[in-house]
């Protein structure tokens, strides 16, 4: 397993800088967008009912087009590349390649589900992560599965096997630095498919995807819904249906551009200033001395984490939360960090991943289910995979 994290983070080394790793830029500013139209050429991807031909290299292609148009045309300054703009069959590294040499400030991919059941509908957004459900293994592991049309591909990608268990493991501890605003970016567009477009929510979900796993910015992955499900097959095989699909994606993308911005008429909650009190009081007559302070005690020096650490973020918000434990279920000991314009709260300090597993564990049993390991070293966040590199050395 560690053989696979070695090579990972060998990769990542080096890739391309981020926006926010280049001097003289600012990182919350949004200047590329990279939209990446799932599957093409000879890989189809997942199929419809056989009632249209329905193909999920098509719906995902048209639909990612009209997101670009719609960004394009609301915000002329916000570049936009594709990583297909036809039916061509582009390699899941090279999807990943394009969006770190545009250095993109956001990444999203665009695919259609499947089931071998009927019944299944919704819609849903991926971040990488680790998985949290045997299903949600399965969805990557199908995605994934278009590897075994390219060539090399075992030098490619370190020997992932898509239909190795394990493999998706190791790939799931892939966890970076951007996973907060994926995360941010996923609730927004999972919110619009809801509200605006009346679809069903299957909510923001963590599984270990190819295609996202070697970006270095904010990326997520969604799927439209299931072309296996004949109503869903029906509305997203349209020009009406890929076109409110689209709105909404462009929509969350808006929001998540306003709050990293701060252009939306501003996000985040200031914890007002205390006031003087104004209240009339009686002059004092007589001088009062000042009472006799007694000697300072030196402080008490607190105890040091280590330089390298492993929490667990429970909750990310563009709102200051106080933390107190009734505001995180009952659970003591929140700290409060900031960064990309959020406010994040984590819990626990452990040596190793094995602790702050543990620890998730009781975060999961309190209601947060999605709660996931970040690391730290010398008070600094740090990628997760770096910091496993760090504690196999030592």
Request: aromatic fraction near 6%.
């Amino acid at each position: 397993m560690w053989r696979m994290v070695a090579i990972i983070v060998s990769f990542c080394a080096v890739l391309a800088p981020t926006h926010a790793q280049t001097a003289g830029h600012d990182p919350n500013k949004i200047r590329t967008v990279v939209l990446d139209a799932g599957h093409g050429g000879k890989d189809p991807g997942n199929l419809g009912t056989g009632r249209y031909k329905t193909t999920e290299k098509h719906v995902s292609l048209n639909v990612a087009k009209l997101v670009g148009r719609y960004i394009n045309e609301a915000f002329p300054d916000v570049k936009v590349v594709y990583t297909r703009e036809d039916d061509r069959f582009v390699e899941l590294m090279e999807r990943t390649k394009i969006a770190n040499r545009n250095k993109a400030d956001v990444f999203i991919s665009i695919h259609c589900n499947a089931n071998d059941n009927k019944d299944p509908h919704g819609c849903e957004t991926y971040v990488m992560g680790l998985h949290k459900t045997e299903a949600n293994m399965k969805v990557a592991q199908k995605e994934n599965a278009a590897i075994l049309l390219e060539e090399d591909r075992g030098l490619k990608y370190g020997g992932y096997d898509p239909s190795r268990p394990e493999s998706q493991i190791e790939l799931g501890l892939l966890q970076n630095k951007h996973l907060d605003q994926s995360l941010l970016l996923s609730s927004l567009i999972q919110k619009q498919f809801k509200e605006r477009v009346g679809r069903v929510d299957r909510g923001v979900k963590q599984a270990g995807f190819l295609v996202i796993s070697y970006t270095t910015m904010p990326s997520v992955l969604i799927e439209l819904g299931f072309l296996t499900n004949p109503t869903e097959e029906d509305f997203l095989q349209t020009e009406l249906g890929q076109d409110y699909m689209a709105s909404a994606i462009y929509r969350g993308f808006k929001e998540y551009k306003g709050i990293v911005e701060r252009t939306d008429g501003g996000a985040t909650a200031e914890v007002p200033d205390a006031k003087p009190d104004t209240a009339r009081k009686e002059p004092v007559k007589e001088p009062v001395k000042p009472p006799v302070k007694a000697p300072e005690k030196a402080p008490e020096k607190a105890a040091e984490e280590p330089a390298l650490v492993f929490k667990v973020q429970i909750a990310t918000s563009t709102k200051r939360i106080p933390t107190k434990p009734q505001n995180f279920n009952g659970i003591e000991g929140v700290q409060e960090h900031q960064g990309g314009g959020m406010y994040k709260y984590t819990v626990g300090a452990e040596a190793t991943v094995a602790g702050a597993r543990k620890v998730q564990e009781t975060c999961r049993a309190k209601g947060y289910a999605e709660s996931f390991i970040v690391a730290f070293r010398n008070g600094e966040r740090i990628a997760l995979q770096e910091a496993l590199k760090l504690a196999e050395a030592h």
